[in-house]
């Protein structure tokens, strides 16, 4: 248990210390290595909302299933960044939307829902990070950093459950999050559609 807090810790320590957007650039925005990658997934508010919308949906499943869910979420995330597309300007805020939903609906998902919940994630995340030149290095530092928050915060969040004071506080702070996870993938979403000129 203190080898996940611990683990926890030094999640949000290195998020706090390497949330600025410019880390994510050298001089020239070409930078290619796994800190570009990382840095571009954690300084994205979409690929943090996906990250986080994920982690509150899958709340209360089960290790296994968690550990594919972080698998999957991975993997296709390295799959978005790496084989950029075009996609429209909404898809990536409509699927924050749906893993906001989700979360603030408060329901334990099966493990179809639980596989589909993680590979649209992985897929907003990755679009949402939106690499300069995409390179293996930078796909494997996006994939990495979805790999490790979502497994560490769903163990994190299953170690805060078994407190008896947090027992019944958990169930409502999943959906307060839930909502506004919905609720920056509505903004964000409606900023997009502006901006492009509609659908």
């Known amino acids: 248990m203190l080898r996940r807090q611990a683990a926890t810790a030094l999640l949000l320590a290195t998020g706090l210390l390497c949330s600025s957007p410019v880390w994510a650039h050298d001089a020239f925005g070409n930078g ?13 508010p979409l690929a943090v909302a996906a990250m986080v919308g994920l982690v509150l949906a899958l709340f209360g499943v089960q290790e296994r299933l968690s550990l594919v869910a972080a698998g999957c ?10 084989v950029p597309t075009q996609i429209p300007a909404f898809a990536v805020p409509a699927a924050v939307v ?5 979360a603030a609906a408060s329901l334990k998902p099966s493990k179809l829902v639980a596989v589909l ?8 995340a990755g679009a949402a990070s939106d690499l300069d ?3 293996w290095q930078g796909v494997i530092g996006i ?8 497994i560490s915060a769903l163990a994190a969040l299953e170690d805060l459950a078994r407190l ?16 506004w996870v919905a609720a920056i993938g509505l903004l964000l979403g409606a900023l997009a559609i502006r901006s492009g000129g509609g659908f």
């Open 73 to 82: 979420a991975a993997a296709t995330s390295a799959l978005a960044a790496a």
């Open 143 to 150: 994939a990495g950093v979805m790999l490790f928050v979502t």
């Open 133 to 135: 030149n995409p390179s």
């Open 117 to 124: 919940l993680s590979l649209l994630a992985g897929l907003a």
């Open 98 to 102: 749906v893993l906001g939903l989700s």
């Open 164 to 179: 008896a004071w947090l027992k019944n506080v958990l169930p409502i702070a999943r959906r307060i999050l839930g909502s």
């Open 32 to 44: 290619k290595s796994v800190w570009t990658g990382a840095l571009h997934l954690l300084t994205s």
